[in-house]
């Protein structure tokens, strides 16, 4: 009977130890693969935030560019390097048609004054920044002098309006019995050179 107890508390020392055995041979992978892919989770998480982080301040970086580009283009102008009067007469050309224009003269000057401007940090070995004058003369609707105006301040190359004369010709009428006004712009065409060098 102690015998038969024996073999029986052996037997059911063995078994629990095949179930013991057993469980940890088809558990523990399972647990060491949770704690796995509980790590890679948290690893995946991590670098999830940190692309959400990074694409938020690309948004914000694009968001700046994009404002720094828009004060670019509507705020600043360009100095060309030289003043290329033939260019601008041609953007700020109105078609003569008797309607709204009657006439238009260009008349270029041909002093190159010096504004007595440098850039931030030039020697004066460095580019001068002048103006070369521009006059305009027109006969035309008081719409077509604003025009011309509005043409030349949205030009992308730097133009500097210095003066404007306005008279009505009371005698000319257009066609809805307003005075033609006959105007003259005065511009400077700003642009740099090298110091000695004139185009």
């Avoid at 469980?23 to 999830?48: D, F, H, Y």
Wanted: without cysteine; negative net charge.
């Amino acid at each position: 009977m102690i015998q038969d107890q024996k073999h029986i508390a052996l037997a059911v020392a063995t078994f629990f130890g095949v179930l013991g055995f057993g469980t940890m041979a088809l558990v523990w992978p399972a647990w060491s693969n949770t704690q796995e892919l509980r790590a890679e989770i948290k690893g995946l998480e991590a670098k999830m935030n940190a692309l959400d982080a990074v694409t938020e301040q690309t948004t914000q970086l694009s968001e700046e560019l994009h404002e720094a580009r828009t004060y670019l283009t509507q705020d600043l102008k360009r100095i060309p390097d030289a003043p290329n009067i033939a260019d601008l007469m041609r953007r700020l050309s109105l078609r003569v048609d008797g309607v709204t224009v009657w006439d238009q003269t260009f008349t270029a000057g041909s002093q190159h004054a010096p504004l007595g401007v440098k850039r931030e940090g030039e020697t004066d070995d460095g580019p001068d920044i002048k103006a070369m004058p521009l006059n305009i003369d027109m006969q035309a609707t008081f719409d077509s002098v604003f025009a011309l105006l509005q043409s030349a301040e949205s030009m992308d190359r730097l133009v500097r309006i210095v003066s404007l004369r306005l008279h009505a010709d009371r005698e000319r009428l257009n066609r809805d019995g307003e005075p033609i006004l006959v105007a003259t712009v005065g511009l400077d065409a700003i642009y740099e050179t090298v110091t000695g060098e004139e185009p």
